[in-house]
């Protein structure tokens, strides 16, 4: 391979920048390394300032040819663009593998069919979204018009990065905005696939841009632009925090998915069958999910019951290579997040939190492999209860009245989600409406239309995305009212 490719399990993917419709190289490069195994798989161009002022200059050069464009024909790239993730899900599975440390076989099934529904679900939705109806008011006509913002900046998590990358990248551009993507630096190549896909599908170039590089070095300079319009982030609070700030001088507009430290409600009449096995999803992706139930709040009528089949089930978890089908879950990201989720158990265990299973990494795989960890006893108000820990790790409290399990979930800062399980509609519906919560699912879990909001309340971030409400965001919608009199009569 030559120096601005690498071979990624056996897909070639490409290290540069893509810019203008072309690959450009950087000066500088970074290490990504995989979670697997902690090895060096690429050398990837580490842009700055000067790439991002490129990337954002092609983007605005291209929107108004791109806005001009009739949405049928946007949309219709779009599923072109779909149709082209299809047709390299095998190659984008591989590498998001291999750079984020996920499942192979979730992305096979799950994820990547999921990166070409955001193309087509969003190409759909734009036709019936941006042609309103026309108003009638006292003889006046008023026309509501949903025009694109312009330039739009999405920084994404590594996490997911392709699926949240292009949750908000496909109805940006479906509603005729142009987009310039930072990706992560810990997982930032299948964004490179990416840019292949959009150029073989026929985006124009400038439309798409993809700068890579850290926070400090790309992040900084693209959330600070004054050409950008939009400005879209998943990820932490605190960098949440810092990409504000840079952002509150140009006034833009900002859609922000941050933490959880979302609840499970198990109340006494709930299917144990069921919860127990929401409970355990809890831990796919190695817990590394903003969505994840980590508190569960028993009834303590069925904790112990709950708490010894959740065990139970959670010793039959397999953990090692996410590239053997038989595996369930992998490493975390990174030695400096590892060590992280680590220090969060350890200081709960040291304030006399018990592990009924887990507690600490897996000594017989090594590297960055954190058991699945289950905790009970664990004081009120401790800091495994308050913070993030982004990791394999849940918390097991019970309770004894509904009103008590509906203070102690709504008791965080964060809002993003709930779960609650039970057998009692009646209950559902008054705890779903009491709990403070962006999505809150009855008896389910991780189930939505990309037509419905979601987004979280307080600290879990701002405003809503999906359907209606992403076209709101990603336009500046317009009405203009015409009045029945004085017109020229032609003709």
């Not at 490129?54 to 464009?69: G, K, N, S």
């Amino acid at each position: 391979m030559d120096d601005h490719h690498a071979s990624i399990d056996g897909v070639r993917v490409d290290l540069r920048h893509w810019i203008g419709g072309e690959r450009i190289a950087s000066a500088r490069t970074f290490a990504d390394v995989s979670p697997i195994d902690e090895q060096e798989i690429a050398r990837v161009a580490a842009g700055g300032a000067t790439e991002v002022d490129a990337a954002v200059a092609a983007a605005r050069a291209a929107f108004p040819a791109w806005r001009a464009l009739p949405v049928a024909e946007r949309s219709a790239i779009l599923h072109r663009v779909a149709d082209g993730i299809e047709a390299r899900l095998e190659d984008l599975a591989t590498v998001e593998t291999r750079d984020n440390g996920s499942l192979l076989r979730s992305h096979r099934r799950g994820v990547m069919p999921r990166v070409a529904l955001n193309f087509r679900a969003f190409a759909d939705y734009a036709e019936k979204q941006l042609g309103h109806p026309d108003l009638s008011v006292r003889g006046h006509r008023e026309r509501i018009t949903y025009d694109p913002a312009g330039v739009v900046a999405i920084i994404t998590p590594w996490n997911a990065p392709l699926m949240l990358a292009t949750w908000r990248i496909g109805p940006a551009l479906a509603a005729g905005n142009t987009v310039v993507v930072k990706p992560p630096e810990w997982a930032p190549l299948t964004a490179s696939l990416l840019a292949d896909i959009m150029h073989a599908a026929g985006v124009p170039a400038g439309v798409f841009n993809v700068v890579q590089g850290t926070g400090a070095e790309a992040g900084t300079p693209l959330t600070a632009h004054p050409g950008i319009n939009r400005l879209a982030f998943t990820g932490s609070v605190p960098t949440a925090g810092v990409i504000a700030r840079a952002a509150a001088p140009n006034i833009v507009p900002l859609s922000f998915e941050l933490g959880g430290k979302s609840p499970l409600l198990v109340f006494a009449d709930a299917d144990l069958e069921l919860a127990v096995g929401i409970a355990v999803e809890q831990f796919d992706n190695a817990g590394q999910v903003c969505l994840k139930a980590a508190r569960m709040l028993v009834h303590s009528s069925i904790a112990d019951e709950f708490t010894n089949r959740l065990v139970e089930r959670t010793a039959q978890l397999t953990q090692g290579d996410p590239r053997d089908e038989a595996t369930d879950q992998s490493a975390l990201i990174a030695r400096r997040h590892f060590e992280q989720v680590s220090g969060f158990v350890d200081r709960a265990l040291a304030d006399r939190a018990r592990a009924l299973i887990g507690g600490g990494p897996n000594t017989e795989l090594g590297g960055l492999y954190y058991r699945p960890t289950v905790l009970v006893d664990v004081k009120p108000g401790a800091e495994i209860l308050t913070e993030e820990v982004f990791g394999p790790v849940v918390t097991v409290e019970t309770f004894d009245d509904e009103d008590d399990a509906v203070a102690r979930a709504n008791d965080t800062r964060f809002g993003l989600a709930a779960t609650v399980v039970t057998t009692d509609r009646t209950r559902a519906e008054r705890v779903s409406h009491a709990l403070n919560a962006g999505t809150v699912w009855v008896n389910c879990f991780f189930v939505r239309d990309l037509e419905a909001p979601f987004g979280g309340n307080g600290k879990s971030g701002i405003g809503r995305e999906g359907g209606a409400w992403s076209f709101d965001f990603y336009c500046d919608v317009k009405n203009s009212v015409f009045s029945p009199n004085g017109w020229q009569q032609h003709g």
